[in-house]
């Protein structure tokens, strides 16, 4: 199982790398209606939630700079921050460096039970291949939000 997974979470990671190398920096912080949050807030919440959910199940080799967590955490937005956030080059670095780290995740650390279930809503998870699997799902559903967010840009942008 660890294997479809991780073949499926490398999937996800490269078409939205693709997608982002694509997006011009110029649309990354537009925001339209009736979106509450911007592409490149998607994309450093992909990354930050990437990096805790991964942490949970092996040793974090995160080089994350702080200001993702204030930045990019559930609940933030673009209209309260005070700081200039990630360049593009930045974002896709580290989209990049943690697909290379997926890689390394070994097949026993799927079935490892996770010391504190971590509960979203209604959802309990027990165990990493299940952390994993809700991180892989969370980044398709923010490629979506993306992917829209382009699509509604490139609209107002013709008309």
């Not at 559930?74 to 593009?88: C, L, Q, R």
């Not at 997926?102 to 165990?127: C, N, Q, R, W, Y």
């Not at 809700?134 to 942008?157: D, G, P, R």
Request: proline share 7%; glycine share 4%; aromatic share 8%.
């Amino acid at each position: 199982m660890s294997n479809v997974l991780l073949s499926s979470a490398v999937s996800i990671r490269r078409s939205l790398i693709q997608q982002v190398q694509s997006i011009p920096e110029e649309l990354f912080d537009v925001i339209p209606e009736p979106f509450n949050n911007s592409i490149r807030w998607n994309i450093g919440h992909i990354i930050l939630t990437h990096n805790y959910f991964l942490s949970l199940g092996q040793p974090n080799k995160s080089s994350l700079p702080e200001n993702y967590i204030q930045l990019f955490k559930p609940g933030s937005k673009p209209s309260d921050w005070i700081e200039v956030p990630p360049t593009k080059d930045e974002l896709v670095k580290e989209l990049s460096n943690q697909l290379s780290n997926l890689s390394g995740i070994a097949s026993s650390t799927f079935d490892k039970h996770l010391d504190t279930p971590v509960e979203i809503g209604p959802l309990k998870l027990s165990t990493f291949d299940e952390v994993f699997n809700f991180a892989t799902i969370h980044e398709a559903t923010h490629l979506t939000t993306i992917s829209c967010l382009l699509k509604v840009l490139q609209y107002q942008k013709s008309k």
